[in-house]
Nanobody, 121 residues
Framework: QVQLVESGGGLVQPGGSRRLSCVAS????????IGWFRQAPGKERERVSC????????YYPHSVEGRFTISRNNAKTTVYLQMNSLKPEDTAVYYC??????????????WGQGTQVTVSS
């Protein structure tokens, strides 16, 4: 069955770093772009990164650009989100998701269960 499993969350101090991982299985990763999203209480879900299945291009919104980096292993089975210079406002549940469309699509077919990232001193 299709699975996306996130890991790597936890408590991080402001200014610290954390790397999240998303392991994908049950579908052909060659046909899917993988995005990272986050959601904090009372806020809408926000796309924080995405990597294309076709050309490897990446996407970041202004809120994380320069601090977050997305990457994939060669088999495209694991996607990483390296988070640096973390701020309290980065606190959220982080989800990975897959789409057969492009990175900026509104339709992501598969979602993981999420991993909590808390940035606090």
């Amino acid at each position: 069955q299709v699975q996306l499993v996130e890991s790597g969350g936890g408590l991080v101090q402001p200014g610290g770093s954390r790397r999240l991982s998303c392991v994908a299985s049950g579908f052909n990763p060659d046909y899917y772009a993988i995005g990272w999203f986050r959601q904090a209480p009372g806020k809408e879900r926000e796309r924080v990164s995405c990597i294309s299945d076709s050309d490897g291009s990446v996407y970041y919104p202004h809120s994380v650009e320069g601090r977050f980096t997305i990457s994939r292993n060669n088999a495209k089975t694991t996607v990483y989100l390296q988070m640096n210079s973390l701020k309290p406002e980065d606190t959220a549940v982080y989800y990975c998701a897959a789409t057969s469309a492009w990175c900026l699509s509104r339709d992501f077919e598969y979602w993981g269960q999420g991993t909590q990232v808390t940035v606090s001193s």
